[in-house]
């Protein structure tokens, strides 16, 4: 999941009531085109990361809408490619990101948006549409659901305890890839994001390469770097809020937003963990996740229901307000909260906007690439 871009908006579906019917009809009127109708079962089969919606947000809209959701949760961009690649998911809206978006895009494997089904795209950022235009031509088949970016996330009491003299690195990314520095925390826990295209890119960008970079000569030099701090992580999830939450980490390389739910959770449950995102001197690495909807999904029109549903201001608003992750809503930016709008690491400011890593597509021979010096590491090979 990657900043300082403008929100933009998810936007209403507001179903219109019909009005009373008339004792004396008139004469007729030439109306405005309907929508289509929607003959669909009243049915949606979601597929989604962990840990990112609100509690209330599919209870709603089942409530305005009379359609069933089905919800179920992904670790990571492959195991959703996967599915994807597999066919027949049973899945009506699916969240990619927007690194794997574009080769998913290529393949068929999504289909086009029906925009006149949709009118509340009309809420969305130009900017950001812009960028993803260029994985997705026309903006045909992504909606962002929320952007971020991937960074260093600590527990400050216990990285301050575990460095005793050694001072704060000036680059956060030492914190997870100097072995001077892992060395220290490994006592109070350094975890990673299981994935070889979250925890690659952050590697060869603090190298000094191209953050997606296609050489297989730049992977082995990002292995190599990596190699040398292996025996210091202690854990490998893509669902580390708890773990940062409830101290069983301190440090953590992961997405700034579920950092800040990590935060939150650790003041909510009142437990003196002092949780902080960090921005790196060269920058963090952004990201895109977006609805999107397969191929063979069998409830297009339902999908797009929700996605409309979602670009309602004070739906996306409540999504960045509980979780700590900006949407790309422009119409919801002034319902979002004073707390959360301040927050330096929710939404970047211009410096360290121009610092973040913009995501790029991957081939799928650099995927695997990627991916073979990503397992050898985590085995210890």
């Known amino acids: 999941m990657n900043k300082r871009f403008l929100l933009t908006a998810l936007c209403a579906l507001t179903l219109t009531a019909c009005g009373k019917k008339e004792e004396a009809p008139q004469a007729p009127v030439a109306a405005a085109a309907a929508a289509p109708t929607n003959t669909e079962e009243k049915l949606l089969n979601i597929y989604n990361w962990p840990d990112y919606i609100t509690e209330d947000m599919v209870a709603n809209f089942e409530k305005e809408s009379g359609i069933k959701v089905n919800y179920q949760t992904f670790e990571n961009n492959e195991a959703l490619q996967a599915k994807l ?3 027949n998911s049973g899945y009506d809206i699916v ?10 895009i290529d393949a068929g494997l999504l289909q086009p948006l029906d925009k006149s089904q949709i009118p509340n795209l009309a809420n969305l950022d130009g900017a950001i549409m812009a960028k993803l235009d260029k994985v997705d031509p026309g903006n045909a088949h992504l909606v962002p659901w929320a952007w971020s970016f991937t960074t260093v996330g600590i527990n400050k009491g216990k990285v301050t305890k575990a460095l005793g003299n050694t001072p704060m690195p000036e680059n956060a990314w030492d914190l997870v ?8 925390l490994k006592s109070c826990g350094i975890a990673y994001l299981d994935s070889p295209t979250e925890v690659m890119p952050p590697a060869l960008h603090y190298i000094g ?3 997606y970079s296609a050489e297989t000569a730049d992977h082995k030099a990002a292995g190599e770097m990596l190699a040398k701090v292996r025996k210091d992580i202690r854990l490998f999830s893509s669902t580390m809020i708890d773990d940062l939450a409830g101290g069983k980490a ?3 390389l992961g997405w700034a937003g579920d950092i800040n739910i990590a935060r939150s959770r650790a003041i909510e449950n009142k437990s003196g963990h002092d949780i902080e995102a960090m921005l790196p001197k060269t920058g963090g690495l952004l990201f895109f996740d977006n609805l999107a ?11 797009m229901a929700f996605i409309n549903y979602f670009l309602k201001p004070e739906v996306s608003a409540s999504l960045t307000n509980e979780l700590s992750y900006p949407t790309a809503n422009k119409a919801s930016v002034a319902q979002v909260t004073p707390e959360v709008g301040q927050n330096k690491s929710v939404f970047l400011d211009e410096a360290n906007l121009q610092l973040a890593v913009s995501p790029s597509s991957l081939s799928n021979a650099t995927r695997e690439s990627l991916t073979s010096v990503y397992t050898a590491f985590k085995q210890g090979k």
């Open 250 to 252: 301190c440090v953590a």
């Open 95 to 104: 969240v990619p990101g927007a690194v794997f978006a574009k080769s998913q």
């Open 177 to 184: 890839f100097n072995p001077t520095y892992t060395s220290k």
């Open 85 to 87: 690649i597999a066919g």
């Open 293 to 303: 909807i397969p191929k063979d999904a069998k409830h297009p029109n339902n999908a």
């Open 209 to 211: 390469k191209d953050a």
